[in-house]
Each structure stands twice: as structure tokens, then as C-alpha cells.
């Protein structure tokens, strides 16, 4: 996955957009190829590639894509 990705709102599964979940109280993001993540997730994942402080799971991940 390309968690690079939620930093330009784009899904880190397929590159497309992330669309907030019509239903404003669960707080999610959802993209039309099946990928889903809460917004407190993705802020955290967010605030950790701004900070560069990125787990080794997601440096994994990022390079085994």
C-alpha cells in the first residue's frame, strides 16, 4: 500500500479518491474499490509520515509495493 497516498486524500490501495462516508457520524472514508479508513486512522497515519515518524510496518509495506 501507498500510505504516502492519504496525504493527497487518495486511497493508498488504488491511487483514487477517498470520498467521506455518506454517513457523517462514523467518521470514515471509503473508496469505490473496497479500501476503508476512520478519520482519527488516517490523521494518525497522516501526522506520522508528516513527522517522519513512520512505523517500520508502514516503511514495510511501502517498499514491498
Known amino acids: ?3 504516502n497516498n492519504l496525504t493527497k486524500n487518495k486511497c493508498p490501495q488504488c491511487s483514487k479518491d ?3 462516508a ?3 457520524q462514523t467518521n470514515m472514508f471509503d473508496c469505490k474499490c473496497g479500501f ?3 478519520q482519527a486512522r ?3 497515519i497522516i ?3 508528516v513527522s517522519g515518524k513512520l512505523n517500520q ?5 511501502e517498499t514491498n509495493n
Not at 57 to 61: L, M, V
Open 18 to 20: 477517498l470520498l467521506k
Open 42 to 44: 488516517m490523521s494518525k
Open 1 to 3: 500500500m501507498k500510505w
Open 47 to 49: 501526522s506520522d509520515i
Open 57 to 61: 510496518s508502514y516503511e514495510e509495506e
Open 22 to 24: 455518506w454517513n457523517f
Open 36 to 38: 476503508s479508513i476512520g
